[in-house]
């Protein structure tokens, strides 16, 4: 038993591939996913026995965070409940008794090795999964006929899952690779299509990058160059507030915030970002937000949004002081901000104070991570030598994040600023 989807007409051959990997790669609104979800649910139908189809990314820290949401609504959305039962945790095909279960590679690994009859396994977000994972991995889907489907957007030409499923020699027999991008996708909405064209006109490097699936190339001019790691530390959320550990959870262990925001005109997005020392050497970028043309009265419904309920902002916010008017208005609206102070020599100094920390970006700061690849210094048109100045592109969250740290690189260095909690009560953050 098979359901007919309406797919791309790229994707056809990839839903009559049976091989033992297939690799989907490319930009971003491509159908990638919703392409494998559907030719999962009818490999499920095809089974005669039970067993499980694994849906996997590097980090699960939810299942709201996992394939596990959308599969949820494809199976409403296309009124197919007589066909499966979705669970709290797991969905469930009632024809054979397969289920479908969600897990983070790095952490689950070890539990995935003992899931007995997995016919296919699916890595969604595929380009930061380490090779030592893949190697576990691979082995593990050890059943005849098993599928291992692979999607991702390709950041890194060294990454080990672009060098292993793109580059790496595999039997023509083993392995089917598709390239998918926005414009194989026919379903993609008006306004999908109206910001790939903006960005295209605007900043083409980034919509290579974002949705033709170019890969950034890490060049000598980068300022941040090997300064930076992509990983997610897995804080964990209680009731609006993060913390280290699951186990118990003393007061001392809670993550305290700082933010920043790099107000957005013209062409240029607004840039907020919300940032943590784990330790005294190490800066992490929890979490972000980029929109192009918000207004200063939109803001707080973003961050409410994108960082909590205001009653739940345990952090200070700094903002350009450049833009008081936005300041007053946010500041009018209830947020905790003042105005982070700039002037000659604060660019620099705000580079030097960074360059001297471990930088941890969470994997879903994607605009971050683009800005970590393509901040740089400029070369001399004549010569090709890269100079001490500073190209004014790409720079939007490292400004919010300069703003947000502001206290501390005036400090010149000194230990990141310890707050009391009671210090935070006082003023009413939380």
Not at 66 to 75: D, G, Q
Not at 169 to 176: A, G, N, R, T, V
Not at 258 to 284: K, N, Q, R, W
Not at 350 to 367: A, D, E, F, S, T
Request: glycine share 6%; hydrophobic share 40%; with cysteine.
């Amino acid at each position: 038993m098979k359901i007919k989807w309406r797919i791309p007409a790229k994707g056809i051959e990839f839903f009559k591939t049976k091989k033992m990997y297939q690799v989907l790669h490319g930009g971003r609104s491509s159908a990638k996913t919703n392409m494998v979800l559907k030719k999962l649910l009818n490999i499920a139908l095809e089974q005669t026995l039970p067993g499980h189809i694994v849906c996997a990314r590097e980090f699960q820290s939810s299942l709201a965070t996992s394939t596990y949401a959308e599969l949820k609504h494809m199976i409403y959305e296309d009124n197919l409940l007589h066909l499966f039962d979705v669970k709290y945790d797991h969905v469930l095909c009632k024809k054979n008794g397969l289920k479908f279960i969600f897990k983070g590679l790095a952490r689950d690994i070890m539990q995935i090795k003992s899931i007995p009859n997995i016919v296919a396994c699916f890595v969604e977000e595929a380009e930061t999964i380490s090779r030592d994972l893949w190697d576990i991995l691979d082995p593990t889907l050890r059943q005849a006929g098993c599928q291992l489907i692979i999607a991702f957007n390709p950041r890194e030409e060294q990454s080990a899952t672009y060098q292993m499923w793109l580059i790496d020699p595999k039997p023509e027999e083993d392995i089917f690779r598709l390239e998918m991008n926005y414009y194989d996708n026919p379903f993609n909405s008006d306004v999908v299509l109206k910001k790939i064209a903006w960005l295209k006109q605007y900043d083409y490097a980034k919509y290579e990058h974002i949705y033709l699936g170019k890969v950034i190339s890490m060049s000598e001019d980068v300022i941040f160059k090997n300064k930076f790691k992509i990983l997610d530390l897995g804080f964990v959320e209680e009731n609006g507030f993060y913390y280290r550990t699951k186990a118990a959870i003393p007061r001392n262990e809670r993550i305290y915030f700082l933010y920043g925001m790099d107000f957005g005109f013209s062409t240029d997005p607004a840039a907020m970002i919300e940032v943590c020392f784990p330790d005294d050497d190490t800066i992490y970028i929890h979490r972000e937000h980029y929109e192009h043309q918000l207004l200063p009265t939109q803001y707080m419904n973003v961050i409410q949004t994108s960082f909590g309920e205001r009653e739940k902002l345990h952090g200070k916010w700094r903002g350009d002081e450049s833009r008081p008017d936005t300041i007053a208005q946010l500041a009018y609206d209830g947020l905790h901000i003042e105005a982070a102070p700039k002037g000659k020599g604060s660019v620099e100094a705000g580079i030097q104070y960074l360059l001297g920390k471990n930088i941890i970006v969470h994997p879903r700061c994607k605009n971050f991570i683009f800005e970590c690849f393509n901040y740089k210094y400029k070369k001399d048109k004549n010569t090709g030598i890269i100079t001490t100045d500073i190209v004014d592109a790409h720079n939007h969250g490292w400004d919010a994040l300069r703003y947000a740290l502001c206290e501390q690189i005036a400090a010149n260095g000194r230990k990141p600023i310890k707050v009391n909690p009671a210090v935070w009560q006082q003023l009413g953050i939380y």
